[in-house]
T-cell receptor, first 112, second 116 residues
């Protein structure tokens, strides 16, 4: 079945440093890869996404890369700020079933 | 975009009882899903709510325990039946406009369920 693996589970960085979170997926039919940020007690919010026909996408301090051959995608946050502290989830959307499967999540802590 | 209203936001229930969670979307959406999120954990897909037909359940989830309705394109309910303390969790409704192509999924605010 569909599976998404996410690493690391926790990540602590100093303010201003970069943070990288990596995910792999198993479903070859996956065609859309969103990243969600979830703050404590809140619902997940989309921060960036990428489609299978694109290798990289950037939005200000956030970028996502996709390697379809390796079934691997990553989130890059540069110049981290304390307000970036949250749980981040990657997900893979199946083009066959329409389902969105989530990775295990990464708790990012940005120290001032 | 889509705005999702989910209720109740939280409830404390006695074991053996059932709770129905409602999810209302402000626009017609193609896909609606129900997820469970244990504290500090990821989102686990329970089922896809299909409009006018039976929901499609993921491995480990069955209709008798989690009956789901979706009478139209903007509304769905999830019932947690014959509850036990192990059902204590956050339940999230999700919706998206596209099916196979993939697009942003929006979430309700969640229902925090505690079974005592």
């Amino acid at each position: 079945g569909e599976n998404v693996e996410q690493h690391p589970s926790t990540l602590s960085v100093q303010e201003g440093d970069s943070a990288v979170i990596k995910c792999t997926y198993s479903d070859s039919a996956s065609n859309y890869f969103p990243w969600y940020k979830q703050e404590l007690g809140k619902r997940p919010q989309l921060i960036i996404d990428i489609r299978s026909n694109v290798g990289e996408k950037k939005d200000q301090r956030i970028a996502v890369t996709l390697n379809k051959t390796a079934k691997h995608f990553s989130l890059h946050i540069t110049e981290t700020q304390p307000e970036d502290s949250a749980v981040y989830f990657c997900a893979a959307h199946s083009g066959n079933t329409g389902k969105l499967i989530f990775g295990q999540g990464t708790t990012l802590q940005v120290k001032p | 975009s889509a705005v999702i209203s989910q209720k109740p936001s939280r409830d404390i229930c006695q074991r053996g009882t059932s709770l129905t969670i409602q999810c209302q979307v402000d626009s017609q959406v193609t896909m609606m899903f129900w997820y469970r999120q244990q504290p500090g954990q990821s989102l686990t897909l329970i089922a896809t709510a299909n409009q006018g037909s039976e929901a499609t359940y993921e491995s480990g989830f069955v209709i008798d325990k989690f009956p789901i309705s979706r009478p139209n394109l903007t509304f769905s309910t999830l019932t947690v039946s014959n509850m036990s303390p192990e059902d204590s969790s956050i339940y999230l409704c999700s919706a998206s406009h596209m099916a196979l192509e993939g697009t942003e999924a929006f979430f309700g605010q969640g229902t925090r369920l505690t079974v005592v």
